[in-house]
């Protein structure tokens, strides 16, 4: 066994590298090539998609930072807006209250009027019937006094006494 494999074979050699070289051009014609192509295009395919995805993660911040500036914009907008309502209802509430107080104030105005209106009625009315009573009474009196003609004349001579000429 150890013959064999001392023996070297020039013609076997020269054959198994032409064979070799015709197997790698061969190779090299129909299979480097597309095996080749395929792995640059898997190589380009990988480079976009991590270029894509840099891309996409440098636009999530930015859309990230949007997002909270828009956020802030309108915590901010809410605050100034619910600010505002509350000074618009501290407002309203004050100009009610005023309006309030102006109307009280007129309705005891008016009520004071009324009072006194009807005070000076009811004295009005009170010095009439004190007016009607004692005509009322005077004339009884009066007709009582002189149902007799002898008093009359000596009413009337008394009064004339006290009547003093010019």
Known sequence: MEAL??????GLF???LIILLIVIFILGKFA?????????EREKGISDALASAE???????????ENEQLLKEAREERDAILKEAKVLKDKIVAEAKETAQAEGAKLIE????????QKLKALAEVKN?????SLEIARKVLTKEFEDQAKQEAYVADLLKDVKLN
């Open 5 to 10: 494999l001392n023996q070297f074979s020039y």
């Open 129 to 133: 019937q004190v007016s009607t009573l």
């Open 55 to 65: 891309k996409a993660k440098l636009e999530m911040a930015r859309l990230t930072n």
């Open 14 to 16: 020269f054959w198994q």
């Open 110 to 117: 008016a009520a004071k009027r009324e009072i006194e209106d």
């Open 32 to 40: 480097w090539k597309p095996i080749v192509n395929a792995l640059e």
